[in-house]
């Protein structure tokens, strides 16, 4: 993360960062697509996660896809706008948006699991880790057919992709923290996973 010795000068800088980026992480797209497609609220449905696994729950892949989507572009543009300030402003923003989309105010702290928009973070910081980490992500759900595990697989990758690739302590550090709070999020799915009682992609949740 930033040098110590600059903290005094750049922590209102990085805060600004961090606040814009969960503030923006924290527009609850899978919520607001499937309300003004007349299907109510994607929380009563599935595992009542607001994203686009759950949404694909519903029935409607379009939406699933624009969640996805949208998510994955939040924390994209979340990066993109920070870092026109610098690289730390960006790691800042990137770790709001997806502190944002888990623990979204508007919804009670009550969010997603960051899967999409920790990827779209990476795509916009580091796309070769980016590239990799959704990689990975597809080939883990080719031959499980389980997104959680495709999703602590990817999220649990991308140290080793960013030092592999960039050789950035600090992007190893982001990516250290996002990992654990990702893994933290799928808590419930890592039970059923090891219970053999995760639902499949494609499959309703009963």
Not at 119 to 135: D, R
Not at 180 to 199: D, F, K, M, Q, S
Request: proline share 4%.
């Amino acid at each position: 993360m930033p040098d110590p010795i600059s903290w005094e000068f750049a922590w209102p800088y990085l805060a600004a960062a961090l606040i814009g980026g969960y503030l923006l992480g924290a527009v609850p797209f899978g919520l607001l697509l499937t309300r003004l497609a007349g299907l109510g609220d994607i929380r009563k449905v599935g595992s009542g996660n607001i994203g686009a696994t759950n949404v694909l729950r519903s029935g409607r892949k379009d939406l699933a896809a624009a969640t996805l989507l949208l998510d994955g572009g939040k924390g994209a543009a979340a990066v993109a706008i920070a870092g026109l300030w610098g690289p730390d402003m960006a790691l800042s923003a990137a770790l709001g948006a997806v502190i944002g989309h888990m623990f979204p105010v508007w919804l009670r702290f009550k969010g997603g699991k960051g899967v999409a928009t920790a990827l779209g973070i990476w795509l916009m910081l580091a796309w070769p880790v980016g590239l990799a980490a959704c990689a990975t992500w597809l080939a883990v759900a080719a031959v499980t057919r389980y997104s959680s595990l495709s999703a602590l697989i990817s999220l649990a990758a991308i140290p080793f992709y960013a030092w592999l690739f960039m050789r950035d302590l600090q992007l190893v550090e982001l990516g250290v923290i996002v990992a654990a709070l990702v893994w933290l999020r799928h808590h419930a799915n890592i039970r059923r996973l090891l219970t053999g009682t995760e639902p499949r992609i494609g499959r309703k949740k009963a």
